[in-house]
């Protein structure tokens, strides 16, 4: 499968060109094997580093965390961030399969209730690990705050579910084409004043990951006390220009 033919993937229109990666696995991060036998702690994921508005690695900086959708790659991917006026350090993880010429942080359908129920589970494992992950580069690169966490499309349904599973350690989550996967197994009792702010994105020409999925689960979410601003707009299953924009604003407004 070609880059422009992957499944999942950022509106193309964005400029890639002018992208600069300061370093492909940063020092310190982790090339573990992607299963982790019961009772490890969590590995990070190997991910890829750079830094905007002429950022050099040793600032302190905010740190943003990428997630991708599927068959998508972390090069391609942080082109979302050509040209962020804002100093900050993005991280963009590598997702544990191969699928295509590109990765995905799970495969199989989450159309049927047991291989949702299996992804969910799969899913707050890599929360874990994406946790390990920002612990790894605070500890390589001066860091400000806490993180915030991004996705688009498979990348959104992990941003969820790091929201809601890893609360203490982000800011902020931007979810975008993605939905909360209903069958994640969260504790019986969530305290709603400990999840990060929770903004979502959402297009109503989207087929492939639909609006309603997205607006069931934050349905769910809200029955639980658990705020989340979904925003819906026109587009289909990328990230639009005007989407973007607003993205980085909402990411520059939390550090």
């Known amino acids: 499968m070609t880059r422009a033919a992957a499944i999942e993937r950022v509106d193309r229109h964005l400029s890639w060109a002018c992208l600069v990666v300061l370093a492909a696995c940063a020092p310190g991060s982790a090339q573990p094997s992607e299963s982790q036998q019961s009772g490890e702690s969590p590995q990070p994921f190997r ?8 950022a050099a690695p040793s600032d302190r900086l905010p740190l943003v965390v990428a997630l991708h959708g599927r068959g998508d790659r972390p090069e391609w991917f942080a082109g979302l961030f050509d040209g962020f006026a804002t100093p900050a350090r993005i991280v963009v993880p590598h997702p544990p399969h191969r699928f295509g010429d590109g990765l995905a942080w799970y495969l199989g359908s989450w159309q049927s209730s ?4 299996q992804i969910a589970r799969e899913l707050v494992a890599h929360a874990a690990r994406i946790r390990a992950t920002v612990e790894a580069v605070t500890r390589a690169r001066p860091t400000r705050g806490r993180p915030v966490v991004m996705g688009f499309s498979q990348g959104a349904m992990l941003a969820y579910t790091i929201a809601l599973t890893q609360p203490d350690a982000f800011a902020a989550a931007f979810p975008i084409s993605g939905f909360f996967y209903r069958e994640t197994p969260l504790p019986a009792r969530i305290d709603p004043a400990r999840i990060p702010r929770i903004v979502a994105w959402h297009g ?4 492939l990951v639909t609006l309603a999925d997205d607006r069931r689960g934050v349905d769910a979410l809200r029955a639980r006390g658990i705020s989340v601003e979904l925003r819906e707009h026109d587009a289909a299953h990328t990230i639009p220009a005007p989407i973007r924009r607003d993205l980085l604003t909402e990411i520059t407004s939390t550090f």
Do not use: I, K, P
């Open 47 to 54: 991910y890829l580093e750079m830094q905007s508005a002429g």
């Open 114 to 117: 047991r291989g949702r129920t």
């Open 204 to 207: 109503r020409a989207d087929r």
